[in-house]
Each structure stands twice: as structure tokens, then as C-alpha cells.
């Protein structure tokens, strides 16, 4: 039993270890960057939309 837990608490580490290479990864820069800008991309949009004069009238 006890050499089960050793190998679960190994296997969780070297997931854990590759995430953390995988999430800091200069090849993976760019598409961390251009995720964490959608949500400005999005108030743009809406943004040129009320400039463009498409307002809802109530």
C-alpha cells in the first residue's frame, strides 16, 4: 500500500512539474498574451458598434 502512495505522490509531481513547464513556456508566450487580451478586444468591438451609430433607441 505504502509503495502505491509513493508512486501517486511521483506521478502527481512530474504532472504538476510539466504543467508548470508548459505554462511557462517561451513558445507558449504569445498565445497566453493574445488570450489575456480578449476581453479588451471584446469592449472595442462594442465600442465601434455604439460609434458606428447602431444604438438601441428605447
Known sequence: MNNIQVM???VAFVLFV????????SKRQ?????ASMLAFDEDE??????????????
Open 45 to 58: 468591438m462594442n465600442k465601434v458598434e455604439v460609434d458606428s451609430g447602431e444604438k438601441d433607441h428605447v
Open 8 to 10: 501517486w505522490t511521483l
Open 18 to 25: 510539466g504543467i508548470v513547464i508548459w505554462a511557462f513556456s
Open 30 to 34: 504569445q498565445e497566453f498574451h493574445e
